[in-house]
Antibody, heavy 123, light 107 residues
Framework: QVQLVESGGGVVQPGRSLRLSCAASGFTLRSYGIHWVRQAPGKGLEWVAVSWYYGSNEYYAESVKGRFTISRDNSKNTLYLQMNSLRAEDTGVYYC????????????????WGQGTLVTVSS | DIQMTQSPSSLSASEGDRVTITCRASQGISNSLAWFQQKPGKAPKSLIFGASSLQSGVPSRFSGSGSGTDFTLIISSLQPEDFATYYCQQYNSYPHTFGQGTKLEIK
C-alpha cells in the first residue's frame, strides 16, 4: 500500500538549516508529483512546494522561495526538502503528500499524506 | 495568488444533522477543488477532488459540488467520527492555496 514517511524534523536555531526526508513506498516515486504542506501550531494548512514527476519542475510558495529546495533520490524512493535560513515563522508540522495520478502535474489533486514531522525554529 | 475563503469558520451541529460548508475562490478555478478532513494531531485526509469526486473509501454521506468560484461540501447525516476541521484547496494554479478551515464541533 502507498505510504509516505517524513523524518528529519527537530529544533533548530534561527538562520540555521535542516533537511527533511519523505520516504515513499508502495509506488514509484519518480512517476508522481510530491508536495510539501506545513501547519504552524494551532493554524491552518499552508502549501509550501511541489516537485513534479521525474523532478521535471518545481514550484515554491513565496514565503520559502530562495530558502527551500526540493530534490529527489529516485534510487532511494525518497524526496527531500532542504530548508535554509530558517525563521521562527517556519515552525510547524511538515507533511509530504502525493498526487492522485501519475504524470498528473500541474493539475492533480493530493491523495496520500504522510504523518508529518515537527520543525521548531527557536533560539 | 488565488485566495480561498471558507464559511463558516466554525460550526456546531448534532449527530444526524445535515451540514454545509462553502468555499469561495477569488478567481475562477474550474473544478480544480479538493476537500480535506483533519482531526487533532493527525494528518489531513483527502475526501473529495475535482469538486465532486469522492476519494476511495470516503463514505457517501460526503458530497461536493460547484465550479468556477463557488463550492460546497455537504455531510448529509453527521456521524460522531465527522467532527473535525475541514479545508478546501485549489489546485488550478500555483501556489495551491488552502482555505482557512472550518471547525465542526459537537453541539
Amino acid at each position: 500500500q502507498v505510504q509516505l514517511v517524513e523524518s528529519g524534523g527537530g529544533v533548530v536555531q534561527p538562520g540555521r538549516s535542516l533537511r527533511l526526508s519523505c520516504a515513499a513506498s508502495g509506488f514509484t516515486l519518480r512517476s508522481y508529483g510530491i508536495h510539501w504542506v506545513r501547519q504552524a501550531p494551532g493554524k491552518g494548512l499552508e502549501w509550501v512546494a511541489v516537485s513534479w514527476y521525474y523532478g521535471s519542475n518545481e514550484y515554491y510558495a513565496e514565503s520559502v522561495k530562495g530558502r527551500f529546495t526540493i530534490s529527489r533520490d529516485n534510487s532511494k524512493n525518497t524526496l527531500y526538502l532542504q530548508m535554509n535560513s530558517l525563521r521562527a515563522e517556519d515552525t510547524g508540522v511538515y507533511y509530504c503528500a502525493r498526487d492522485r495520478w501519475a504524470y498528473g502535474d500541474p493539475d492533480a489533486p493530493l491523495e496520500y499524506w504522510g504523518q508529518g514531522t515537527l520543525v521548531t525554529v527557536s533560539s | 495568488d488565488i485566495q480561498m475563503t471558507q464559511s463558516p469558520s466554525s460550526l456546531s451541529a448534532s449527530e444526524g444533522d445535515r451540514v454545509t460548508i462553502t468555499c469561495r475562490a477569488s478567481q475562477g478555478i474550474s473544478n480544480s477543488l479538493a476537500w480535506f478532513q483533519q482531526k487533532p494531531g493527525k494528518a489531513p485526509k483527502s475526501l473529495i477532488f475535482g469538486a465532486s469526486s469522492l476519494q476511495s473509501g470516503v463514505p457517501s454521506r460526503f458530497s461536493g459540488s460547484g465550479s468556477g468560484t463557488d463550492f460546497t461540501l455537504i455531510i448529509s447525516s453527521l456521524q460522531p467520527e465527522d467532527f473535525a476541521t475541514y479545508y478546501c484547496q485549489q489546485y488550478n494554479s500555483y501556489p495551491h492555496t488552502f482555505g482557512q478551515g472550518t471547525k465542526l464541533e459537537i453541539k
